[in-house]
């Protein structure tokens, strides 16, 4: 079971003093109360802020062009398929997002393309043609969340092959804790989405958690950063494919895998599942897109 008040584990403060350490306060380490890891969080990485809403949307395109690098690497491209958008900083009803056709393991922040509200592209690369499912799903789920600065999806082999199931992930892991009561399953299927309709609904659908498993489908995934788009992304495949394999060994056995208890997956749940944690978990994979690439994503 989750620790309860009566049976708090304990640390020592700076001063000598023990004193429980579990609500989950912190970020930095799993289970620390803010009072114990102030000093250390002092100097805990976090989303750099700007004044010039320009500056802002240059920083946010670099971060965007890897995120692409990272699906690339990550093998999450199918053919064309597939899409990450981020809300632009100047104009808030616009967005960015990667031009039809070109190869996420290529792309580059000047490849990028903004959309306006009524699908028109208004600014970018050379390659200016527009994905219309991409259109519909994230015009959508940018209006409907003014909190999403960011929306991923794509057709990743694990997320695809388990949306067919027509079921919501167990919370079999530590990992899966942060999908805990935080993603929906949408029970609908008509082809492409090339209906403004199908759009709306998935962002109904979508309400206010941080993913969706479209049915026959694949992974979409929201967050306030790019980066927490992102490894929720990489995060929630890596789930799939592990319950692939839970349930495929147990069954071999006539037996099922074992689910971490509610109480004990929503307590984990404020630990692994917030912005933050989102954010600061996919540090690494930026960092080393970045030297894999020599930042050549940047140009």
């Known amino acids: 079971m989750a620790p309860h008040a009566e049976d708090e584990p304990t640390g020592t403060s700076s001063n000598g003093h023990s004193i429980p350490v579990n609500s989950g306060e912190a ?4 289970g620390v109360k ?12 976090r989303a750099p802020k700007f004044a010039d809403k320009h500056e802002e949307r240059d920083y946010l395109k ?23 958008t981020l809300r632009d900083p100047v104009e808030e009803d616009c967005f960015w997002v990667n031009p039809f056709g070109q190869a ?3 792309m580059k922040k000047s490849d990028l393309i903004l959309v306006n509200h009524s699908g028109e592209v208004i600014g970018g690369g050379e390659n200016r043609l527009l994905n219309t499912a991409a259109y519909m799903i994230h015009s959508a789920i940018h209006k409907a969340r003014p909190d999403v600065l960011c929306a991923a999806h794509s057709h ?23 999908f805990h009561d935080d993603h929906v399953l949408y029970e609908s299927f008509n082809g492409v989405v090339l209906a403004e309709k199908e759009g709306k609904d998935i962002a109904a659908c979508l309400g206010n958690k941080k993913a969706a498993l479209l049915q026959n ?11 927490e788009t992102i490894f929720w992304f990489v995060s929630l495949e890596k789930c799939c494919q592990s319950q692939l394999l839970a349930e495929a060994a147990a069954g071999s056995r006539g037996e099922k895998p074992v689910s971490i208890g509610k109480e004990e997956a929503a307590y984990t ?4 599942g917030s912005p933050m944690a989102g954010w600061f978990s996919a540090k690494p994979l930026f960092d080393v897109i970045h030297k894999e690439t020599d930042g050549e994503y940047l140009q």
């Open 156 to 178: 990743s082999i694990y997320g695809r092959t388990w949306c067919s199931l027509g079921r919501k992930i167990d919370t079999l892991t530590q990992d899966s804790c942060a």
């Open 34 to 45: 803010s009072s114990i890891a102030q000093g250390k969080m002092i100097e805990f990485p």
């Open 217 to 227: 489908h694949g992974l979409l995934t929201v967050g306030t950063t790019i980066e």
């Open 269 to 272: 749940y404020k630990t692994v």
């Open 27 to 30: 970020p930095l380490e799993p």
């Open 104 to 106: 996420f393991s290529l």
């Open 62 to 84: 670099g971060r965007l062009a890897a995120a692409f690098r990272i699906f690339g690497k990550y093998g999450f491209d199918e053919g064309v398929a597939g899409h990450i």
